[in-house]
């Protein structure tokens, strides 16, 4: 998940998504469970083929409720941010839709309800993945509970993938779950973001090189999907109260 290595690859060039003190984790607020949970698992939809929803996001419909995951048969992405289900998937022609709906199924899925949030601007020396993973991992010495949190505000640019995979595909390992992936680069954007942190749970809602999971939603609202890069500008970071 480094940045510059995931960066030098080919990828659709898309528009930009249409828009209208520094402090290292030692510093933060401290972050406080938030009641994750899980359902389902990373590892057996890679390496078992389970793509069916376990999931439904209708259960998440209030406002307060966040959540990431795969969309059933990996023929998408979905996004819950405060409430609403967003999906995005790629058209026939390569192109990608983004459409909100009552209800989403998911292979695995994770979420949390949380109405209060700290807020603290983004130091500038947290400007990639790796560093605000660093940064929320210190943030979160004192305790081993996963918890959601979210950004809001400026990138320079990112790469997003939308699962895409192929209608009565059989998957048996990673790399033919990740067949179908589209990528798509962003540039100058205002998003949001909704990721979860955990130490625990690797193979379950996050890859085995990293503790967070994060999908990005453009605000103008044309465009998401399961972040793989960031170049951050001017971001707020919003922390469990």
Known sequence: MKFLYVFSLIT???PACQS???SRGKDLPSTSPSSVVAVGAMKNVMW????DGVFSTDALSASGFYGVGPLAGLRGEIMVYDGTTYISQVQKDGSPVLNTSARATAPFFVYAEMR?????SLP???HDLASLEKLLDESASESSSPFVFRLEGQID???IHIQNLSPGAVVSSPKEAHSGQTPFEISASTVQIVGFFSREHQGIFTHHDTFMHLHLLCK????MGHLDAVRFSRMQLLLPK
């Not at 078992?48 to 793509?51: D, I, T, V, Y």
């Open 12 to 14: 659709l060039l898309l």
């Open 20 to 22: 209208s003190s520094t």
């Open 48 to 51: 078992k083929g389970q793509l």
């Open 116 to 120: 209060s949030w700290d807020t603290l």
């Open 124 to 126: 500038n020396e947290i």
């Open 157 to 159: 640019r990112a790469i």
């Open 220 to 223: 103008s609202q044309n465009l």
